[in-house]
């Protein structure tokens, strides 16, 4: 059974201080790894990986995969009140990719 | 630009009552749709997923049901309502074929059985 592994669960840092969220997984023949923000309602996309060792990058976030070691991290950099949410990871596997699974995602919270 | 509705936002249903959950996906053709369940400290779980009209893959044996009478309109439903059935219900969809597209989701339905 395919499996999406996130820590810590939860997770509470000062407005400014840089985070690092966590994502492994075992699952068979991995396609791509993605990373969500949901705040209240609809969790919205952050960044599709699939290849080891690329950095991808959108403002203060940022996010690597290592597909030897099956993991990935999430990095917020400055953090800010508005990037109080919980952060989903999943995980694109099997032969059809039809389907995603998800990890039971971190949640942030930032404080002023 | 694509977008996907999805209603009523909130519900609060007795045990034992009927369930009737609707997605609509406006601007694209053919999308891949998903239902997905929400409880607290479990992540999201993948109900049923549909690759076109009338076809219904469930992932999780329940009392739950889906439909997809429209290309672009998926429906969640259920005859009797059990407690462990509350949760915060997501309607999602994708480009059909595109494996490693991601998912798009509505702002989701909170259901709560009393």
């Known amino acids: 059974e395919d499996k999406v592994v996130q820590s810590p669960l939860s997770l509470v840092v000062h407005e400014g201080d840089t985070v690092t969220l966590n994502c492994s997984y075992e699952v068979t023949n991995f396609r791509s790894l993605l990373w969500y923000k949901q705040e209240k309602k609809a969790p919205t996309f952050l960044f599709m990986l699939t290849s080891s060792g690329i950095e991808k990058k959108s403002g203060r976030l940022s996010s690597i995969l290592d597909k030897k070691e099956l993991f990935s991290i999430l990095n917020i950099t400055a953090t800010q009140t508005g990037d109080s949410a919980i952060y989903l990871c999943?995980?694109?596997?099997?032969?059809?990719?039809?389907?995603?699974?998800f990890g039971k995602g971190t949640k942030l919270s930032v404080i002023p | 630009s694509q977008t996907i509705h999805q209603w009523p936002a909130t519900l609060v249903q007795p045990v034992g009552s009927p369930l009737s959950l609707e997605c609509t996906v406006e601007?694209?053709?053919?999308?891949?749709l998903y239902w997905y369940r929400q409880a607290a400290g479990r992540g999201l779980q993948l109900l049923f997923y549909?690759?076109?009209?009338?076809?219904i893959s469930s992932e999780v044996p329940q009392n739950l049901s889906a439909s997809r009478p429209q290309d672009r309109q998926f429906i969640l439903s259920s005859k009797k309502l059990l407690l462990s059935d509350s949760g915060f219900y997501l309607c999602a969809w994708k480009r059909l074929r595109e494996y490693n597209s991601p998912l798009h989701f509505g702002n989701g339905t909170r259901l709560t059985v009393t």
């Open positions: 601007g694209t053709s053919n999308p891949n």
């Open positions: 549909s690759v076109g009209i009338g076809q």
């Open positions: 999943a995980v694109y596997s099997g032969a059809g990719s039809y389907q995603l699974t």
